[in-house]
């Protein structure tokens, strides 16, 4: 299927022998519950389920997560006794004769710390752990064209002050330094929960080191939230832009405009946040290519001072720009929602090269200057 693009792909996770002995040296459970995430590692929740029929026969086996829940048909064909989306819910519960949210209420705890009805990672189970992942807001008030948040979350809501830093507190008691936010719209009504959030890590004396991998809405950057995170730890700001051509920005669900995002830039510099620590995401490889003008971005980006970090584009089901590379792709096949594929099959080899040498020229410039 991706034989004649040039990548090298593989599975992730640990070795099967491993998992295999794992099978063979433990009791069979009545049933398994298989996390999935990203659809085009099917091949891989394929395998497990596989092993685990053939040496635990009787284990009943229920596939959940995005992969399921974006691609239910297809989720049903790899074998798993029953798959876990919204439709198909009821008769799980009805043809497993129990319940699973207390068999999962039952298998998870609520923390000493009172953080309540959230219920946490367990994190206290590593021997070690200095970085960890934490979500105060749930959901995203825009609708960009090219993302899945719909489709999992029709609404945002933040979470309660107190949950939020009593998880935090909890963390830090097993001895994080490193917290990455992996909330869809982070900034977004941010006098409700992260300002105070921000406040109680300042005033006391917190010290951790806070990261945005999921990126942040630029829009929502001024001076005031950007003195906030500063004091308070961030060292990383990654903010999505995606293109500075204002027809794509339309035309994709008007998430940022070019001054918003300068602006943006210039309020986290001003409060003491180093340039170097500020990563502006493009996407790359997206359908609208033709009105995108990714090499005009990625300058403009430039000129700001701040690093470019090309976000290859990867096809999603259900999404309106799933549906415009339907032209390119095969959408009922899970492997060609891979990034790494679709920009090749989309631009060429050649001209994805280019473009991301140069992106990583204007970076080499920009840590020179």
């Known amino acids: 299927m991706l034989k004649k693009i040039p990548r090298y792909y593989h599975r992730f996770g640990l070795p ?38 053939k040496h635990w026969p009787k284990t009943k086996i229920i596939l959940g997560g995005p992969y399921t829940k974006i691609c239910p048909q297809h989720a049903r064909n790899l074998g798993a006794d029953f798959v876990w989306d ?53 959901g995203c008030p825009f609708k960009c064209t090219y993302c899945v948040v719909p489709l999992f979350c029709d609404s945002f809501s933040t979470r309660p002050i107190r949950q939020a830093i009593e998880e935090l507190n909890f963390l830090v008691s097993l001895g994080v330094k490193n917290i ?31 990261h945005t991998p999921n ?20 060292k990383s ?18 998430k940022i405009l070019d001054n918003e995002f300068a602006d943006a830039v210039k309020a986290l510099v001003a409060t003491g946040a180093n340039k170097n620590s500020i990563i502006a995401y493009l996407v790359f490889g997206h359908p609208r290519f033709e009105i995108q003008d990714v090499e005009e971005s990625m300058k403009f980006v430039s000129n700001l001072g701040v690093r470019i970090m090309l976000a290859e584009f990867s ?15 095969d959408m009922k096949e899970p492997l060609m929602h891979n990034k790494t ?17 140069m992106c990583r020229k204007l970076n080499e410039q920009k840590s020179k200057s």
């Open 16 to 53: 099967a022998e491993i998992f295999v002995e794992f099978l063979k040296t433990h009791k069979p459970c009545d049933f398994v519950f298989i996390q999935t995430v990203m659809t085009y590692w099917y091949l891989g929740y394929r395998e497990v389920i596989r092993e685990i029929k």
């Open 215 to 234: 990126a942040l809405n630029a829009r929502f950057i001024d001076e005031k939230i950007a003195s906030l995170m500063v004091k308070a730890g961030f």
């Open 341 to 357: 594929a679709f920009p090749i099959i989309l631009l060429g080899s050649e001209k994805v090269n280019r473009i991301k040498d």
């Open 237 to 254: 700001f990654y903010l999505g832009f995606e293109s500075k051509a204002g027809e794509f920005q339309k035309q994709t669900g008007s």
């Open 315 to 329: 096809p999603i089901p259900g999404t309106q720009d799933g549906e415009l590379a339907e032209k390119y792709v």
């Open 86 to 138: 919204e439709i198909n819910e009821p008769a799980v519960k009805r043809r497993a004769k129990y319940d699973p949210a207390k068999v999962l209420a039952g298998l998870t705890r609520t923390p000493t710390t009172g953080v309540g009805a959230k219920q946490l990672p367990r994190w206290e189970l590593y021997e070690k752990i200095e970085t960890a992942a934490m979500k105060i807001t749930s």
């Open 180 to 210: 990455a936010f992996y909330d869809d719209a982070l900034l977004y009504k941010s006098d409700e929960v992260l300002k105070p959030f921000l406040r109680y890590v300042i005033e006391n004396k917190i010290k951790i080191s806070f």
